[in-house]
């Protein structure tokens, strides 16, 4: 079964600095996608960021990237130059080919001190 | 703005009732999915939809059903409600049914009381 680890309910950020959101996942399937999502307290869900599981280079989007290492079976997103707008709720995510179902994480917290 | 519309946007009901929540995925997306986000539970996957069939199953209750329609416009019927379906209901669309970027409506906020 597909599994998503997310072990900071809450993180703290200087404005400008950059921060690391942490994602492990656990599964058996090796062909599968991970997704990053946003979500501010508005409510909406903004996607972020995506990495395949046969993607050789880590995903970059902007001031997002991935740090993609698979044999540890972790996907964590770094936020460089962290702004005010950053503080939201972020989500990692997996879906595989197996069983197409995607499974969130509980999700972190971000907080962007200015 | 993701291209994918949700109505309506809030909805107020009493127990035992039920309600129709629709989903419109991005122009040219094939496949739709729902999603049921709640404080205790977080965010479930409950059902997916390509091109009019049903192509994933999650968390989904028996008194909820969905359905995508040849236009690929979807519907999620939730039926004799009780409390705990109060929560917050995504949509979301990819252009094919593999691990591929899914972009979520603004959601339905439903509160059963």
């Known amino acids: 079964a597909q599994k998503i680890t997310q072990t900071q309910p809450g993180m703290f950020v200087q404005e400008k600095e950059a921060v690391t959101l942490d994602c492990t996942y656990d599964?058996?399937?090796?062909?599968?996608?991970l997704f990053w999502y946003k979500q501010p307290s508005s409510g909406e869900m903004i996607f972020l960021i995506y990495?395949?599981?046969?993607?050789?280079q880590n995903a970059t989007e902007g001031r997002y990237s991935l740090n993609f290492q698979k044999a540890r079976k972790s996907a964590n997103l770094v936020i460089s130059a962290s702004q005010l707008g950053d503080s939201a709720m972020y989500f990692c995510?997996?879906?595989?080919?197996?069983?197409?179902?995607?499974?969130f994480g509980a999700g972190t917290r971000l907080f962007v001190k200015a | 703005d993701s291209g994918v519309t949700q109505t309506p946007k809030h909805l107020i009901t009493a127990t035992g009732q039920r309600v129709t929540l629709r989903c419109s995925p991005r122009?040219?997306?094939?496949?739709v999915y729902w999603y049921q986000q709640s404080l205790d539970q977080g965010l479930q996957f409950l059902i997916q939809?390509?091109?009019?069939?049903?192509?994933a199953k999650g968390n989904i209750l028996e008194r909820f059903s969905a359905q995508q329609f040849p236009d690929l416009h979807s519907e999620l019927n939730l039926s004799s409600l009780e409390l705990g379906d109060s929560a917050l209901y995504f949509c979301?669309?990819?252009?094919?049914?593999?691990?591929?970027?899914?972009?979520f409506g603004p959601g339905t906020r439903l509160l059963v009381l």
């Open positions: 979301a669309s990819s252009v094919g049914q593999g691990e591929e970027t899914q972009y």
């Open positions: 599964t058996s399937d090796p062909s599968y996608g």
């Open positions: 990495q395949g599981s046969y993607d050789q």
């Open positions: 995510a997996i879906i595989n080919t197996g069983g197409f179902k995607t499974i």
């Open positions: 122009s040219g997306d094939l496949s």
């Open positions: 939809y390509y091109n009019g069939e049903e192509r």
